[in-house]
Nanobody
Framework: QAQLVESGGGLVQPGGSLRLSCAAS????????MGWFRQAPGKQRELVAA???????NYADSVKGRFTISRDNAKNTVYLQMNSLKPEDTAVYFC????????????????WGQGTQVTVSS
């Protein structure tokens, strides 16, 4: 069974930075598209960033230029570096894994971690 474990969330002031990590097991990591989704209170889960098997990245317009997704296939880990954080980034951030043949952005597909809370507040 797939297991995804997120870490690195917390409370940060606007303009600050956080780095999220997701350690994966139970999957062939190198064969999966990896992504980060987030869900704020009262809102639907949305794609934040994804990285394909080939290293191609995809970002939500709201985070372009501020967030960077990366993967380390040797460590079975995907990262999300978040800079210049804004209050509207506040959400639970979920790690996702899916086969390379599937849509990158569909929030209904794949395996999920339990989530890590990111709160941006002054």
């Amino acid at each position: 069974q797939a297991q995804l474990v997120e870490s690195g969330g917390g409370l940060v002031q606007p303009g600050g930075s956080l780095r999220l990590s997701c350690a994966a097991s139970g999957i062939i990591f190198r064969s999966n598209t990896m992504g980060w989704f987030r869900q704020a209170p009262g809102k639907q889960r949305e794609l934040v960033a994804a990285i394909t098997v080939g290293g191609i990245t995809n970002y939500a317009d709201s985070v372009k230029g501020r967030f960077t997704i990366s993967r380390d296939n040797a460590k079975n880990t995907v990262y999300l570096q978040m800079n210049s954080l804004k209050p509207e980034d506040t959400a639970v951030y979920f790690c996702n894994a899916r086969g390379a043949q599937h849509s990158v952005s569909d929030p209904r597909i794949g395996s999920w971690g339990q989530g890590t809370q990111v709160t941006v507040s002054s």
